[in-house]
């Protein structure tokens, strides 16, 4: 089992920063891929941006690109979202995603998730 814990989410005025932070514990991998998910209220859970272990790889979605920025320390199995110029739009739940690479079928780990709330 992997254990993830997000924290660093607070209400923030629009234009602020905020960075979130994501530890996984347990029995983590070598290999594994880090994300971000958002889920805003009637809205379905979103792809925000991702890690990728195995060679170092980040995407983000479009709405986030250039805003918002991932750094991992894998000596300590943990994620960091960068979010500046956050706008309303932004606000959600957040989520971190946990998942073993080179494992087909390999089942996805989620955090309990943290709230981001952005005020225009």
């Known amino acids: 089992q992997v254990k993830l814990v997000e924290s660093g989410g607070r209400s923030v005025q629009a234009g602020g920063s905020l960075r979130l932070s994501c530890g996984a514990s347990g029995r983590t991998f070598s290999l594994f891929g880090m994300g971000w998910f958002r889920q805003a209220p009637g809205k379905e859970r979103e792809f925000v941006a991702r890690f990728r272990r195995s060679d170092g790889n980040t995407g983000y979605a479009n709405s986030v690109e250039g805003r918002f920025t991932i750094a991992s320390d894998h000596t300590r199995d943990t994620m960091d979202l960068q979010m500046d110029n956050l706008k309303a739009e932004d606000t959600a739940v957040y989520y971190c995603?946990?998942?073993?690479?080179?494992?087909?079928?390999?089942?996805?780990?989620w955090g309990q998730g943290t709230q981001v709330t952005v005020s225009s």
């Open positions: 995603n946990y998942v073993r690479l080179g494992v087909p079928g390999a089942r996805d780990y």
